[in-house]
């Protein structure tokens, strides 16, 4: 039964096929650490998202609603909100927040604060995973350099034909760092978008770098160079959808994936995702980078945008992460009005 999913991945017919029985599913969102969270991986096994054959959109919509709801139940909140508040609680010292040191701290009950999640993601053809690495450093180079400690991987995919090839696409997992009161609600936000494609090859969404609890992350520098295409459209402000394919180079892989989060962000808290962060800031390449931080009016329309690359997050994946309970790229703004669209989080009042 696995290699009939394999198989359904493959070659792009439908996970459950009419009158069949379907394949075995993957293997659910799972905390690495089980000795260090065993509350969390309690509640976790306890909100496994269904797969029943032929599941309808409806009923898939009904079974996250209601996991969700308990999941929020078994954590004892009511707004996420109270994750913040929470974590911040746990603080001992003065200074800036870092995720270095919040992540060994223990909540009450025992669990560790920081764990590593496991889940199914659809992954483009020729996919190539990439180990990034996580440290308290003022300067992404510096993590880069020095790789201080492993916290996960993302996918490197340099074509564009290859993204938007969603027939092609085979489930495999990918790992990030999270606050482990926050992991059973992302488990099933990140496994509902995994599921969706599992129902329906058109809303397979390629989720290849999905960053949580983090100061700075960088892949390791060298040995480079290496290529990636994204697109590139008319202008930085308006609508207009007419984008060409562009093509960028870069010295190595760590100058395409690579960040440092602010003092106040709620990633330094593990309390929220980046889904499809990229750095294709290079000359030439107008707004074209994936859920870029952007002014344009066409990132407004998500759908759209992701049918021309699969990367971007498509309207329902807000409309879900809004369901859980996240604030998202709509309500705040860095400045003016330029927009963060890859990250969701659990708000800041």
């Known amino acids: 039964m696995a290699a009939l999913a394999l198989l359904a991945g493959l070659v792009g017919i439908p996970a459950v096929a009419s009158g069949e029985p379907g394949p075995t599913p ?5 905390i690495l650490e089980v000795s260090k969270a065993p509350q969390a991986v309690k509640i976790m096994k306890q909100v496994a998202l269904s797969y029943a054959p032929q599941m309808s959109p409806q009923a898939r919509d009904q079974d996250f609603l209601t996991k969700v709801r308990q999941c929020k ?5 009511g707004r996420l909100i109270e994750l913040r508040h929470q ?20 909540w009450p ?41 492993p916290c996960g991987f993302v996918w490197h995919v340099g074509k564009m034909a290859a993204i938007n090839n969603k027939a092609q696409y085979r489930p495999d997992r990918l790992q990030l760092e999270i606050n482990s009161k926050f992991a059973p609600l992302v488990g099933l936000l990140l496994e509902y978008i995994f599921r969706e494609g599992y ?19 960088s892949a390791r520098n060298g040995p480079g160079p290496v290529a ?11 609508s207009s959808l007419a984008a060409t394919v562009a093509v960028c180079y870069f010295q190595d892989l760590a100058d395409m994936y690579h960040g440092r989060h602010a003092p106040s962000s709620n990633h330094r808290l593990g309390l929220a995702l980046d889904l499809n962060d990229y750095n294709f800031r290079t000359k030439g390449v107008i707004d074209g980078s994936p859920n870029p931080i952007s002014p ?18 498509p309207g329902w994946v807000y409309t879900a992460a809004k369901w859980l309970g996240c604030r998202l790229p709509q309500e705040w703004n860095y400045f003016g009005y330029q927009t963060d669209w890859e990250h969701v989080d659990v708000g800041t009042k």
């Open 26 to 30: 993957p293997s659910p969102p799972q």
């Open 296 to 313: 344009a009016t066409r990132q407004y329309n998500r759908d759209a945008m992701h049918r021309l690359d699969a990367r971007n997050m």
């Open 228 to 238: 990636a295409e994204c697109l590139s459209f008319p202008d930085n402000e308006g």
């Open 73 to 77: 139940s078994l954590l004892g909140l």
């Open 87 to 106: 974590t911040l609680n746990l603080r001992e010292l003065m200074g800036e927040v870092s995720w270095e040191d919040l992540r060994r701290r223990r």
């Open 109 to 149: 009950k025992g669990d560790q604060v920081g764990v590593t999640l496991s889940v199914p993601v659809w992954v483009p053809p020729g996919a190539k995973k990439v180990a990034t690495y996580c440290g308290f450093e003022k300067k992404w180079q510096t993590v880069a350099l020095s790789a201080p400690r």
């Open 199 to 217: 129902y329906d090859v058109s809303r397979r969404v390629p989720l290849l770098v999905v960053r949580g609890g983090e100061d700075t992350f």
